[in-house]
């Protein structure tokens, strides 16, 4: 997943960034409202972490031209003080949850897995498609009994790949997804770390869940119903 985080405090960026990182999640920064809206428009995240009080354009303003603009992407709000005026400002311009500061960071997780759930018919934290499983808590994959230990890579390719079951994913859209602009790698990055996954999940079976479509990209399906 894809997270853009606007925030004009330095450190809070900087722990926040790579806190989400190292649960696996690309993040990109803006450290104020003006390029926050502009990274928003311009490129496609699973979730928007926005701040309220922010230089240039401030978070309800610029969620406000978000919504104006049709980009329905979730927003998380970080109101600096538990004022209900805040929180019912945000909610009224689009936003769809706020974390009050300070939070737990585990909090912060937690909601955005939960507004990263909201248009999927999926509801519970672990994503299952037949007899594979992933728990978006633990990060641990199981494949019938058997328990499977992911890089942080290799649970975000295959949280992609299963919050999408049989839909062709290309190279650039899983590209977009797993990595930052800045950490934006060469295509055939994501062939390789097709080829980790499928050492882990699939290489031990006689069916096979990862597939390649030639030309096109990759597509998780259940092979016991296809
Ligand atoms: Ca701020």
Known sequence: MRILLV???????????QGLEEQGYAVDTADNGDDGLHWALNFSYDVLVLDIMLPGKDGLTVCRELRNQRIITPVLMLTARDAVDDRVAGLDCGADDYLVKPFAFRELLARIRALSRRDSVQKSATLVVGDLRLDTVTHLAQRGDQLIALSTKEYALLELLMQHPNHVLSR????????????????????VYI??????IDDDHEDKYIRTIRGTG?????????
């Open 172 to 191: 650039t859209i899983i590209a977009e997804h797993l990595w930052s602009y800045d950490g934006f790698p060469d295509s055939n990055v994501v062939d």
């Open 7 to 17: 925030e004009d405090e330095k450190k809070m960026r900087s722990l926040l960034k």
């Open 218 to 226: 990759y597509q998780l399906v259940d092979p016991h119903q296809a």
């Open 195 to 200: 080829r980790y996954l499928r050492k882990k």
